[in-house]
């Protein structure tokens, strides 16, 4: 089974500061995806990141995968209330043909205070 | 957002009795997953159809079975529950389009007693 570490597992910051999550492993992934849940909510697709290397961005959301595909970071610059939740990471490996697995970090939880 | 719904949204029950959870959408997609998900460990794969009739086992499978019989409807059933088995559980479906792209469900809160 392919672990991912995700780091660090609670976060509680003040508005306007910066953070950044880990997501590490030693399993190679074809892809790396970040989602965030809501509480009672089902976890919502943030990004993807194929490509070792790739930096992709999402407003404040900066998403990067590592450049031998087995870690990935988010950072988030000035935070605001409003990004409080879980932020999960997965692994994507090809099981065959085209059906994907995710392997699921355990999840970071931020809270944003105001 | 995905068409997705699951079915009942919370359950208590009694250990040793039966339960299904059903997941139904109205996406047309091929792939539907259950996870269930627990603090300290994440979510984690129970087990997943790539078509009607056509499913296999995840990470965590034993306790569970799950049936297929429409495109639409993919049910999750304890045989007989376990306080192990008091979790979220979550649906989620995916597309040969994009296939590592998951849609979840609100999710299933069950309690075991």
């Known amino acids: 089974t392919q672990l991912l570490e995700q780091s660090p597992q609670f976060l509680s910051i003040q508005e306007g500061e910066n953070l950044t999550v880990y997501c590490n492993s030693s399993?190679?992934?074809?892809?790396l995806q970040w989602y965030r849940q809501e509480p009672g909510e089902g976890p919502v697709l943030l990004v993807t990141?194929?490509?070792?290397?790739e930096v992709k961005k999402l407003k404040r959301l900066t998403f990067q995968f590592g450049d031998a595909r087995k870690d990935s970071s988010l950072h988030i610059t000035a935070a605001q209330p409003g990004d409080t939740g879980l932020y999960l990471c997965a692994g994507v490996k090809n099981s065959g043909g085209s059906n994907y697995k995710l392997t699921f970090g355990k999840g970071t939880l931020l809270t944003v205070n105001p | 957002d995905a068409g997705i719904t699951q079915s009942p949204r919370h359950k208590v029950t009694e250990t040793g009795t039966p339960v299904t959870l059903r997941c139904h959408q109205t996406e047309n997609h091929r792939y539907m997953y259950w996870y269930r998900q627990d603090p300290g460990h994440g979510l984690r794969l129970i087990h997943y159809?790539?078509?009607?009739?056509?499913?296999d086992k995840g990470e965590v499978s034993d306790g569970y079975s799950v049936s297929r019989s429409k495109t639409e409807d993919f049910l999750l059933t304890l045989e007989s529950a376990t306080s192990s088995q008091t979790s979220v559980y979550f649906c989620?479906?995916?597309?040969?389009?994009?296939?590592?792209?998951?849609?979840f469900g609100p999710g299933t809160r069950l309690t075991v007693l």
């Open positions: 159809s790539y078509g009607v009739k056509d499913t």
């Open positions: 990141v194929v490509t070792g290397g």
């Open positions: 399993s190679v992934f074809s892809s």
């Open positions: 989620a479906i995916g597309n040969t389009g994009s296939p590592d792209t998951q849609y």
